[in-house]
């Protein structure tokens, strides 16, 4: 199908929490922006009405955003709805009809991914995935077999390029920035590497629990969460080689080559928590093992990496909300004043939330006859976040047939044989007070490579 745009957009799970919280969202952004005029069909399996399913839109954009008046308008007259059964046959006939004419639908599959191999097979039955697009939520597995199990289910019904996995996080702004910034500037290039690099952290904290998503969380973990897919996706765009080519598969060749040059963990390298008071959130089991911090150590055997740590640490309950990454450059080989300076003195920090920050690390020196300094940051870059929405920038992209900023089998793949030998709990977890930055176990995790680098939110920011 090439990049032939599609002509009709399909979601399952029309009534549930994603479409609630981002996909109408979504849509009413692309009416706006992008004049999208394509039929919106709902499938699910509620019992509703379509003026049903009308009222919940506006009830999502009105705490989501807000209405736009026109953009609604459009958005209403554009939306169908079939309800059923994803495993009645009729259903897909129901929806086969509303299809009409459309030759090229997308199919977006907001639903749990034990349904996937269920809507794809009845919407190859009923005709409708010929021509067609899948867009498929993470996670995409639970491990590597899992993972390559749903992988051949896909298939069975839709080619490769025509599967589009989606995670929201490769559609926010700060991360395609880290890419944008490494290799539009030509001071960065001739240093990224690791002959000035001395090390790598990649932080993301919340200072909130797991709130309401106490048996959602259980079964997952902060690994799981957001360090197998989220966090290895940050340190893909920070250690990639430049892409090369224009085809939306350059930059995807190069995280896939990079993942798979990243060393498997091994409990060694890791280090998980849980904050105090986890235990007593509904759903959560009373004796859970979960973490809900993790610390690890990572290595890229590669040329351009060999021997330069790189640790990521993500966790709840932390004292601030942020995430960004810190790019150590090693110290000269002698410190011509004479200074005892500090490891971090020299680095770059790419901020991705709550602000977008770029900052650079140096030393200047302290006014007065000596030859002394102090470290310094030089903000190259700060502003708020307000950049497209992910899921309206995805689901365009999807509909156009732009892969980029999708998940790819073999990175999937990749990213599983990274954390699969620390899979089930392999580890002990450390119990840390809520409002600190997890527990002292993490200290020596990071050893002589540290301090642990921990982010500052500005109350502007916050």
């Given at each position: ?68 008046a ?57 005709g ?24 051949r289910?896909?298939h ?9 996995r ?34 790598i ?120 909300t ?36 770029i ?70 977890v ?22 642990w ?10």
């Open positions: 199908m090439a990049n032939a745009e599609s002509d009709a957009l399909v979601f399952f799970g029309a009534t549930g929490d994603l479409a609630y919280k981002q996909i109408f969202p979504a849509l009413q952004g692309l009416i706006r922006d992008e004049g999208f005029h394509l039929p919106i069909i709902g499938v699910a399996k509620a019992g509703w009405t379509l003026d049903q399913l009308k009222a919940r839109a506006k009830d999502s954009l009105e705490h989501h955003g807000g209405v736009d026109a953009a609604f308008e459009k958005l209403l007259s554009l939306l169908r709805y079939v309800d059923g059964d994803y495993n009645d046959p009729n259903t897909f006939s129901q929806l086969r009809q509303q299809l009409a004419g459309a030759q090229r639908p997308l199919h977006y599959l907001a639903i749990p991914p034990s349904l996937f191999a269920t809507v794809a097979e009845n919407l190859a039955k009923s409708s995935a010929a021509n067609a697009r899948v867009v498929v939520e993470k996670p995409f597995g639970r491990d590597l077999q899992s993972a390559q199990e749903l992988s289910t896909l069975q019904y839709f080619a490769e390029e025509d599967i589009f989606i995670d929201h996080y490769l559609g926010k702004e700060p991360v395609q920035n880290i890419l944008y910034t490494r290799f539009a500037n030509p001071v960065f290039e001739p240093i990224w590497n690791r002959e000035h690099i001395r090390c952290q990649i932080t993301m904290a919340e200072d909130f629990g797991v709130q309401d998503r106490g048996k959602f969380y259980d079964e997952v973990g902060t690994l799981l969460d957001v360090v197998q897919n989220h966090m290895l996706q940050v340190l893909a765009n920070l250690t990639m080689d430049p892409p090369t080519g224009e085809d939306h598969d350059a930059v995807r060749d190069r995280k896939a080559e990079l993942m798979r040059a990243v060393r498997p963990l091994t409990p060694y390298n890791v280090v998980r928590g849980q904050y105090e008071g986890y235990r007593s959130v509904p759903g959560v089991a009373p004796n859970s093992k979960v973490e809900t911090f993790i610390a690890v150590r990572l290595h890229i055997d590669s040329w351009r990496w060999a021997g330069v740590p790189i640790y990521i640490r993500a966790g709840k309950m932390l004292p601030v942020c995430t960004e990454a810190m790019v150590e450059f090693k110290r000269p080989p002698r410190e011509t004043f004479g200074e005892l300076v500090p490891n971090n003195s020299a680095h770059v920090r790419m901020r991705l939330s709550p602000d977008i920050a900052a650079l690390g140096v030393r200047v020196k302290i006014p007065g006859e000596r030859m002394a300094g102090r470290d310094v940051e030089l903000d190259l870059h700060s502003q708020a976040v307000e950049d497209m929405p992910p899921y309206e920038r995805l689901l365009g992209d999807a509909c156009r047939g732009n892969a980029e900023l999708f998940s790819r089998q073999d990175l999937v793949e990749a990213q599983w044989r990274v954390v699969e030998p620390i899979l089930g709990g392999v580890t002990p450390y119990s840390y007070q809520p409002g600190t930055w997890g527990p002292e176990e993490a200290n020596p995790l990071i050893g002589n490579d540290g301090p680098i921990n982010p500052v939110v500005r109350a502007s920011a916050a």
